[in-house]
């Protein structure tokens, strides 16, 4: 019966240390925030599209370091296909123009921002401008790595 106990007090000490061990060793993990956004319009040099722009800020929300941040955005109620009149977008594949890159942000601090290309707009013959812009705008970090000590 001794020999039973001191084999429960033995597992029971091992699975309490690797407890500690393993919280201990928890990966930090970081936050940001868009805290601003701010859309304008660029006409492209051959005059026949409008590229829909953003600037604005970030945020490390976090108690930790972030590097590598990536922000980019998309329209959410464009189409893929370029039609005169309307606003389009190329969603699946980003150029580099249609994101930015943060290479470091210190825990608490702000960072601005900008890329082109959110969205296009192609102008046709009866319509030369967007009336407005596009609904469904979304900018957003689509990558960043927390600092480890």
């Not at 370091?65 to 296909?81: A, L, Q």
């Amino acid at each position: 019966m001794r020999h039973t106990a001191r084999t429960i007090v033995a597992i029971l000490f091992c699975l309490l240390i690797s407890c500690c061990l393993t919280s201990c060793n928890k990966e930090k993990q970081g936050s940001l925030e868009i805290t601003e956004e701010e859309f304008s319009l660029e006409q492209d040099s051959e005059k026949t599209s409008i590229s829909l722009n953003v600037k604005g800020k970030v945020k490390n929300t976090s108690p930790y370091d972030i590097k590598n941040i990536v922000i980019t955005g998309r329209c959410k109620s464009c189409s893929e296909v370029m039609v005169g009149g309307e606003w389009f977008v190329t969603q699946q594949v980003k150029r580099e123009v249609q994101k930015d890159k943060i290479s470091y942000l210190s825990a608490g601090d702000e960072a601005s921002y900008s890329f082109k290309g959110i969205a296009y707009f192609f102008k046709s013959d009866q319509v030369q401008q967007p009336e407005s812009y596009p609904e469904g705008l979304e900018v957003y970090v689509k990558s960043f790595e927390t600092v480890q000590d």
